[in-house]
């Protein structure tokens, strides 16, 4: 599967920055969608901890977007 580069939106910036503060669960359907571009882009790694809930965390690549997101 090829690289993907995203131009980040302002919700996806502001999800990567709420996630680089260390893994977070979210449970139901509450913010799986603004993520899903971030997972399919390997910005954002999931891991399913049952079946409602996931656990989301920031890839070093997701780092570096959002750095370069950040710096303009």
């Known amino acids: 599967m090829p690289l993907i580069v995203l131009k980040l939106t302002i919700e996806e910036t502001r999800l990567l920055r709420e996630l680089c503060d260390g893994v977070h669960s979210i449970c139901g359907n509450k913010r799986h969608i603004g993520l899903s571009r971030l997972v399919d882009?390997?910005?954002?790694?999931?891991?399913?901890?049952?079946?409602?809930?996931?656990?989301?965390?920031?890839?070093?690549?997701?780092?570096?977007?959002?750095?370069?997101?950040?710096?303009?």
Do not use: H, M, Q
């Open 41 to 72: 882009a390997k910005y954002v790694e999931s891991r399913a901890i049952n079946f409602d809930a996931v656990l989301y965390t920031v890839t070093a690549l997701g780092r570096r977007a959002l750095a370069a997101t950040e710096a303009g």
